[in-house]
């Protein structure tokens, strides 16, 4: 085999490599990426929790749940995780910001975290996101960071 067709073969391999691989995270095939503009806003905690599951999981750890109420503000965090071998976690953060409905408040991506099982723990108004001791975040209210803003 020709020199310049081998190495157009292995280009054309690659490419076709990596357009699955994209195709597969840009669509969500893979379970393990959700977007943001499908999980904006719910009515309730079990409708959060019924579009997760509805979703495909590919790991036998699935997803994590936890509301929290701080002094202003209730949270509700689904943590999805994608393989037990995997080091990368994603949370949503959802705030109610009315009695019949839940913000998606943030998107966190977590890398490089040793222990799959975070801590929620109430911090005022806010929420402090922890992993083996130490903060990772930090999610204040929405009413809060209103209030402080000039």
């Known amino acids: ?3 310049d067709v081998r190495s ?14 994209v195709g597969g995270c840009a669509t969500g095939h893979n379970g393990r990426w ?12 079990q409708e959060i929790t019924n579009k997760f599951a509805s979703y495909d999981v590919v790991t036998p750890h699935g997803m994590r749940t936890r509301e929290l109420q701080t002094k202003g ?18 949370t ?7 009695p ?19 801590e929620f723990v109430a911090d005022g108004d806010a929420v402090n996101v922890i992993s083996d001791g ?10 809060s960071e209103r209030q402080q803003s000039p």
């Open 1 to 3: 085999m020709r020199r």
């Open 8 to 21: 157009k073969c292995c280009a054309l391999l690659i490419a076709a490599l990596l357009g699955y691989f």
């Open 34 to 45: 959700i977007p943001p503009q499908e999980v904006f806003g719910f009515s309730s905690t």
């Open 73 to 90: 503000a209730r949270f509700f965090f689904v943590t999805r995780i994608p393989y037990s071998s995997s080091n990368v976690l994603t």
């Open 92 to 98: 949503y953060c959802f705030e109610q910001t009315d």
């Open 100 to 118: 019949n409905f839940w913000n998606l408040r943030a998107l966190l991506v977590f890398a490089r975290v040793k222990s799959v099982d975070l």
């Open 134 to 143: 130490k903060t990772l975040f930090r999610v204040a209210s929405a009413a």
